[in-house]
């Protein structure tokens, strides 16, 4: 168990809308610890965002506490707080660019609000564009960017202050796919060479499977699921997590002369499994979803197959999946 620098306690926040009173998180209990890379995955409206704000005291919980190293952030004046926020970054889905200043301004922003020696502040500015692939672009401007060089600029920005903790809010959420996993890379790169303990807020599981080792999963306010991301992947246990692991699958055109197995792939199985299978037990099957991945060399997820619902066959495929050890459940 490593050195924890995030610890949230009980805590517990609450809005008034209209005079009612909104729970937006319910007794929230999580433990980050320095140097991993911790994904928070929720439906949307759940209340992950308003968390992650709570992390840095963007937000003040109603009840409970937040500890950054071990430092109770409810016990510090304004003055305290604001010293102790810039050792922790934030970057966001919609950027939040200064449009009027280029991107090396942008870059300096914040250490300009620290009275940094200009000097100083262009060195690290200059070596941050470096890092995220932007030294071309220092006099261009917002508006003519792309959405991944916006976010590029918006990381270096929020490293600025070489933050110990870097916040994600749904930050890759408005770009496409490619630019997703060169933004993703960016970040692990980014917690390799500096050690920076990333928390990654997103509704999509590519994006923990992608970089996390860590995940929790939140619905209705409380986190209901929590632990490495391989063992939830491979036995989510809410129904929320098998959801955004494995959506449901429409049934309408599933004969019922068919049965649906759900197999488990916990990392033990390398060899093409179901082409074993159909040789073996001359039993045809159709795969009809299927969510495989690869974490830390190994795969991990689920298949679901269709099989004919006769004893002899279905007899076949339970035997096949038992002797080689692969976990799987009846679905109804």
Known sequence: MGKAIIKIENLTKDYKVKKEKLRALDNINLEIEEG??????????????????CMNFLEKPTFG?????????????????????????????????????????????????AKVDKKVALKRAYELL????????????????????????????????????LLCDEATSALDPSTTKQILELLKNINKKYNITIVVIT??????????SKVAIIDHSQIIEEGEVKDIFINPKSETSKKLILPEIEDEDI????????LIFDGNHQEPLISKMILQTKVLVNIIKANVKTLDERTYGEMIILVSNDEVSLFKIENFLLTNNVKYQKED
């Open 203 to 212: 509704h999509q599981m590519q994006v923990i499977e992608s970089i996390c």
């Open 65 to 113: 506490k937040v500890f950054y190293k071990g430092i109770d952030l409810s016990s510090l004046k304004n003055k305290e707080l604001l010293k102790i926020r810039q050792n922790i970054g934030m970057i966001f889905q919609s950027f939040n660019l200064l449009e009027q200043r280029n991107v090396l301004d942008n870059v300096l922003f914040p250490l300009e609000i």
């Open 255 to 262: 004969s019922k002369d068919n049965i649906k197995l759900r």
């Open 36 to 53: 991993e890379i911790y994904g928070i995955i929720g439906l949307s409206g759940a209340g992950k965002s308003t968390l992650i704000r």
């Open 130 to 165: 470096e890092e995220v692939g932007l030294s071309d672009k220092l006099y261009a401007y917002p508006n003519q960017l792309s959405g991944g060089q916006k976010q590029r600029v918006a990381i270096a920005r929020a490293l600025m202050n070489n933050p110990s903790v």
